[in-house]
């Protein structure tokens, strides 16, 4: 089976760094990915990680440990525009992705 | 980059009617497709997994004959709601991927909300 689990909710002030962990447990785990959803919109892509290590893209990183079945996401110097639900997805071995239950981000001014 | 396009993006029908919802890539060819259901402040449940030319495989509990998918070329799957009802009114969205392009990211439709009355 697949669970992934997330904080529901967080909250920040801009140009502030967050973090959004992730736990897991995906049988035949593959790699771990991020996506952000704006109210109403699709989901988009962030990051993902198939290895362990972390991952910078800009203002993104994305963080796994295999061994602990664990992930994060980091945000950093936090903008207004990032106030969105951020989903973790496990990856199967079967290219099939999990969503976790999504933690809505909240920056304030 | 990848565009995925869904049609309609919006559709209220009656309790007992049937509605057919399309999923293209419009700029590539996606060897799979899936499609997702996601209820209001809730996450996306994968419901089925599409590869161009074979059968759909469902996750457990997706009632198969409820929830017509075919994937009839490498840029188009269609999921019919057979026989909707008011429970089957959620924001449906699919995503396409392409392993050889690029690697592990999907790319997502904007989704169709369905209201059944």
């Known amino acids: 089976g697949q669970s992934l689990e997330q904080p529901s909710e967080v909250t920040a002030v801009e140009g502030a760094i967050v973090q959004i962990n992730c736990t897991y447990q995906?049988?035949?785990?593959?790699?771990l990915s991020w996506y952000q959803q704006h109210d109403g919109g699709a989901p988009t892509f962030l990051s993902y990680?198939?290895?362990?290590g972390l991952e910078e893209t800009g203002r993104f990183s994305s963080f796994l440990s295999r061994s602990d079945s664990y992930g994060y996401l980091l945000l950093q110097e936090l903008q207004m525009k990032d106030s969105a639900s951020y989903f973790c997805?496990?990856?199967?071995?079967?290219?099939?992705?999990?969503f976790g239950s999504g933690t809505k981000l909240n920056v304030k001014p | 980059g990848a565009v995925v396009s869904q049609h309609p993006s919006w559709v209220i029908c009656k309790s007992g009617t049937s509605v057919k919802i399309e999923c293209r890539s419009l700029?590539?060819?996606?060897?799979?497709m899936f499609w997702y259901r996601q209820f209001p402040k809730q996450s996306l449940m994968l419901m089925a997994t599409?590869?161009?030319?074979?059968?759909?495989?469902?996750e457990q509990g997706v009632e198969k004959d409820k929830f017509l998918i075919n994937h009839a070329s490498l840029t188009l799957s269609t999921l019919t709601v057979t026989s909707a009802h008011p429970e089957d009114s959620s924001f449906y969205i699919c995503?396409?991927?392409?392993?050889?392009?690029?690697?592990?990211?999907?790319?997502f439709g904007p989704g169709t909300r369905l209201t059944v009355l």
């Open positions: 995503s396409a991927s392409d392993r050889d392009l690029h690697y592990n990211e999907q790319f």
């Open positions: 995906t049988s035949g785990f593959y790699g």
């Open positions: 990680n198939a290895l362990d």
């Open positions: 997805a496990g990856e199967d071995n079967f290219n099939k992705f999990y």
């Open positions: 700029d590539f060819q996606a060897t799979t």
């Open positions: 599409s590869n161009e030319g074979s059968k759909a495989t469902y």
